[in-house]
């Protein structure tokens, strides 16, 4: 157990259907990172917050948005599913600085059918 | 903005050694990172490089010339245990985010 937690680990829904999913930070880590997997494809950046608020900001679709609440765990809604939003979805916290990067949840599997 | 370059694919026998390249173009560098994924799997820390030279960690090496701008990954006395694909990530200044090359998928063969 890597310490960050998500949910659900396999989804599985419609086109144009909205989902959210949930990631809990590794205990005393503030950032949270949200990253897309598609198949044979690398670690795509979605978005980052620091302590409630927005740092980063990747290549996010707008049909995408994400926020982090004060207990620091965060949010990824998805919304108007298409069929090439089928992908790996992984989070990660970090602590500042840190000179070991990202631990990663075990991320969440998404198939749009 | 950023560019991160690796192989596609690599292959390699039971016990041999693997280098892994990675090369990058960045406006900021503040440190880089390798991670190993399973397929289906969360990529894991494997190693972190911010000065140039060499670090050791049992069998995994990494290495880093920040003049060139690259990297590479050895893996020494290789096990089948050790397919999987090998992720080159940058962080650049003043930010914790971390970007991603596209990854090398390693075979190992008995």
């Known amino acids: 157990d890597s310490g960050v937690t998500q949910t659900p680990k396999h989804l599985i829904t419609a086109t144009g259907q909205r989902v959210t999913l949930r990631c809990s930070p590794r205990s005393g880590d503030l950032s949270v990172y949200w990253y897309q997997q598609s198949l044979d494809q690398g670690l795509q950046f979605l978005i980052q917050?620091?302590?409630?608020?927005?740092?980063a900001k990747g290549n996010i679709l707008e049909r995408f948005s994400a926020q982090q609440f004060p207990d620091l765990h965060s949010e990824l809604n998805l919304s108007s599913l298409e069929l090439g939003d089928s992908a790996l979805y992984f989070c990660?916290?970090?602590?500042?600085?840190?000179?070991?990067?990202?631990?990663f949840g075990s991320g969440t599997r998404l198939t749009v059918v | 903005g950023q560019n991160i370059d690796q192989p596609t694919e690599m292959t390699a026998t039971e016990g041999a050694i693997v280098q892994i390249n990675c090369t990058y173009q960045t406006s900021g560098f503040n440190g880089l990172f390798w991670y190993q994924q399973h397929a289906g799997e969360a990529p894991t820390f494997l190693s972190y490089n911010v000065l140039d030279g060499l670090e050791e960690k049992g069998r995994f090496s990494s290495f880093l010339s920040r003049s060139k701008g690259y990297s590479y990954l050895l893996l020494k006395e290789l096990q089948m245990k050790d397919s999987a694909s090998y992720l080159c990530a940058v962080r650049g200044y003043n930010t914790d985010k971390l970007i991603f090359g596209t990854g090398t998928r390693l075979q190992v063969f008995p």
């Open positions: 990660a916290s970090s602590a500042s600085g840190s000179h070991y990067g990202y631990t």
């Open positions: 917050y620091y302590n409630g608020e927005e740092r």
